[in-house]
């Protein structure tokens, strides 16, 4: 079973994410944060490192770009798989999270086929 934390302030996101790894039969323990400010508080509090780190870019209190900031700064998630899955598809925002330490930016899926992707993604980044 993965460990992944998401970082997502948005309920009908939230569901559709666990939607796609239900779909593609990805068994998961999910850990949720719903505002920038609690990603780095939330790993630190925990023993292990999740498998895979998910998370959008438009969170209240912190921007993801900090929080993308924050987590590489701490040598401790440095190796810890990074996705940033966002409503945008702007080179220049997913050219900025590479440089910041992602590991994918992906832009969220508005179709089935969109979904496989996303789970191969995942799949790919987690067991890494």
């Known amino acids: 079973m993965l460990s992944l934390l998401l970082i997502e302030d948005d309920q ?7 939607y796609a790894l ?3 039969a990805i068994a998961a323990a999910l850990t949720i944060v719903m ?3 609690e990603a780095l508080p939330t790993l630190k509090k925990n023993s292990t490192s999740p498998d895979l780190i998910v998370m959008d ?7 993801g770009r900090d929080v993308l900031a924050q987590i590489r700064q701490d040598s ?4 810890v798989p990074i ?3 966002t409503t945008s598809s702007s080179v220049d925002e997913r050219n900025v999270c590479m440089a910041l330490g992602a590991d994918a930016f992906v832009t969220k899926p508005t179709s089935i086929e969109g979904f496989k992707a996303l ?3 995942i799949r790919q980044l987690a067991q890494a």
Do not use: M, S, W
Request: aromatic share 6%.
């Open 119 to 121: 789970a191969g993604t």
């Open 12 to 18: 009908d996101d939230i569901d559709l994410f666990r």
């Open 22 to 24: 239900g779909r593609e």
């Open 83 to 85: 996705l940033v899955l």
């Open 76 to 79: 401790i998630y440095r190796r």
């Open 35 to 37: 505002q920038g400010d």
């Open 57 to 63: 870019l438009n969170l209240p209190i912190i921007h």
